[in-house]
């Protein structure tokens, strides 16, 4: 797909160099075609720093099967705080250990099974929401980077936050005078 784009590019660019000669112009096009045609074939460079690459032994993979993989907490009032636990069952042929879960925003608080889940077994994603400051549409999502394939999974909390409303500003259009 890279080497598609470049050469539509390379074309556009040999098209559109003005030349006085029509020879002087087939020519340089030529060239551009096979110096595309020898790109196509190469094989890219392997950077010295790159590790050789196997495809991954599902013997040695965990997979998460969730109940659910989203959470609609519907309409709350701004200021309230949504928990929803996301329940999963390692249908993997490994234990499942999860590295890492991370939170879309500051809003989010998420918590997890800390230890390995057997194969077979149950384990938790528990997450939290605080809708302090968040009035409008929200949905927040959580990642989970595991021994998994693909690595990281994600889980999706949606729903609408109604915004306060202050005591003291309904029915005031501006500053009052005395």
């Known amino acids: 797909m890279k080497y598609l784009n470049l050469s539509a590019l390379l074309l556009m660019g ?4 003005s030349s006085c000669n029509n020879n ?28 050789t ?21 519907g309409t709350i009032a701004e200021g309230k705080t949504v928990d929803h636990v996301f329940n999963f069952v390692n249908e993997g042929q490994a234990p499942l250990v999860i590295s890492n879960v991370t939170a879309s925003c500051g809003c989010t608080t998420p918590d997890y099974s800390k230890t390995p889940i057997k194969p ?11 809708s302090t ?28 936050v109604t915004p306060k409303t202050t005591a003291s500003a309904e029915g005031q259009l501006g500053p009052i005078k005395k």
Request: aromatic letters at 6%; zero cysteines; proline letters at 7%.
């Open 133 to 160: 400051g968040k009035p409008g549409t929200q949905a927040p999502t959580v990642s989970i980077q595991a021994n998994t394939n693909p690595s990281v999974n994600r889980l999706r909390l949606k729903g609408n």
């Open 53 to 73: 690459t196997a495809a991954a032994d599902p013997s040695t993979l965990g997979q998460f099967k969730f109940e659910d993989v989203e959470f609609d907490f």
């Open 120 to 130: 077979g077994d149950s384990g938790f994603i528990k997450v939290s929401f605080n």
């Open 14 to 17: 040999a098209m559109t160099v």
């Open 24 to 51: 002087d112009q087939s020519e340089k096009i030529a060239q551009l075609e096979q110096k595309i045609a020898q790109m196509e074939t190469k094989t890219p460079a392997v950077p010295a720093n790159v590790q």
